[in-house]
């Protein structure tokens, strides 16, 4: 064990296991109903398994809104972490991209970085040497703004 100012200090200890996804994953996998899996139902079959679920429910909400998100579950009825869940479609090994494909992505990545890096160039430019009147130059008033201030001159009179 290290020593760290006259203390020894043991490494985290990580129990391993399933993670909770995994066990969500394999909580639904499981059920038989066509409809799905309730999160009521979820909770029941994580606590079955040995997990702490009052101790952990905004840790399983967040996990099953993950899994949604990424397709590997799909809600069937509610919003949010609420509602039932089925197993989603799973995600396709995606073929490499063929190297042209990838030279025409990187070509326009490098056109859109000349772009901006001109429009900045032509910003600066614009601006001015940053000196002189630091209040800026006094913009004439609308003549909208000055007919309304008297109108309401002459309201008052």
């Known amino acids: 064990m290290p020593r760290q100012g006259g203390?020894?200090?043991s490494p985290p200890h990580w129990r391993g296991?399933?993670?909770l996804s995994d066990l969500i994953l394999r909580a639904v996998c499981a059920s038989t109903v066509r409809k799905g899996m309730s999160l009521a139902a979820i909770k029941k079959a994580l606590s079955a398994d040995g997990y702490n679920v009052k101790k952990n429910k905004g840790r399983i909400k967040a996990a099953v809104t993950a899994l949604v998100t990424k397709g590997l579950l799909q809600r069937v009825t509610g919003s949010g972490a609420s509602g039932s869940f089925r197993m989603g479609r799973m995600p396709k090994e995606s073929p490499a991209r063929p190297a042209a494909a990838a030279a025409k992505s990187r070509r326009a990545s490098a056109a859109r970085r000349k772009e901006t890096k001109s429009r900045r160039k032509?910003?600066?430019?614009g601006k001015g040497s940053g000196r002189g009147n630091k209040r800026g130059a006094k913009t004439p008033k609308k003549p909208a703004a000055r007919a309304r201030r008297k109108a309401a001159g002459r309201k008052r009179q």
């Open 122 to 125: 032509q910003a600066a430019a």
């Open 7 to 9: 203390l020894a200090v």
């Open 17 to 19: 296991g399933a993670g």
